[in-house]
């Protein structure tokens, strides 16, 4: 057993002076993944700061012109709220396929951003030492191994681990931003918010160890109001995404003709991945499932597989359309 140690932070300015200001110090909020990865030897931080105190941070705010979730509300407190259930159905579906109820009470939203990769070798340091996301330089584990549930886009000859959550696929889509603290108050948007493993997988976020999540901020749209999540899964809960895909779409007066529409999918790649081609090809056509089929052909453009993952080439078209279909009211 490695010892660590423990603090509960009181301010926002304390949370981030206390990890600051050690070496390795991490952040707490649910632990639902933190300390999952410190069992398995994985995350190994000096100080455990915990932040689930910190004073307004667990609000859910919904208003004229957007949805503000507060980085400490809990996804369950999220997925239940009646007013994102009914007004913004992609946010509480999202949230609701993952994990399990008993996770979902204890997981934030600001922890939710931040889980790592589910790729075994990844998890597993003791007996696959080669993880360039883990230890950069020392390879990667999987390109040869068993790699049913890697990524087919984005990823790099050092990483092909697949983005595992379920929540941010639907922030991507719908151009939700994501509030920091980093001495300042700085937001990035959903889709900048998670780096492409490019030659340093260990970089998978563009902030510091001591820089705070304070809120996810979601714009309102009519796609957003007409909108769902669809997640694919080898089981029907409790399971990580073979594929899935957050759409929403918003038609002109005919009620025939695309005025706008968004997709984005999970599962298949190493970030929440928008899938802005297939968007391009429907705004402004006829709704129909010929149509859409055709347009969502092209979501694993640009595609590899390493053999055991290539089914998702085959699977996140048909994802991305049934997803279309079923909020179109075609299916
Ligand atoms: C068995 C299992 C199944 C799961 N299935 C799914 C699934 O199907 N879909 C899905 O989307 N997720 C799934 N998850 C992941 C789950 O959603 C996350 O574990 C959870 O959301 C993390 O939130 P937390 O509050 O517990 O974070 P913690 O474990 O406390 O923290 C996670 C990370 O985020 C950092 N952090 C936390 N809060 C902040 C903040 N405000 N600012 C900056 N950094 C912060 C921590 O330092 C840590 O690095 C699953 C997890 C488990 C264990
Ligand atoms: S896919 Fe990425 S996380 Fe998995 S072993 Fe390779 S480098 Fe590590």
Redesign the pocket.
Known sequence: MRNFGYVRAATVPDAQESVGGQPDA???????????LMKCGVETPSTLVD?TRLPGLDGIEVGPDGVRLG?LAR?SDVANDPRIGREFPVLSESLWR???EQ?RN???I???L??RTRCSYFREPASFPACNKRDPGSGCSALEGINRGHAVLGTSPSCIATY????AVALVAFDATVVVQNGGRRAFTADDFFLLPGDTPHIEHPIGPA???LAVEVPVSAALRRSHYLKVRDRES???AAASAAVGLEMEDDGTTVRDVRIALGGIATTPWRARAVEAALIGRTLDEATVRAACAQVTEGAVDHGMNSFKIALAPRVAARALLTVGGIV
């Open positions: 991490r952040f707490l909020a649910g632990g639902t993944t933190m300390v999952d932040i980085s996804m993952g994990a399990s996770l204890m997981a934030t600001g922890g939710n931040m889980q595992p959550g379920d929540f820089d705070l999540i409790y399971e990580f």
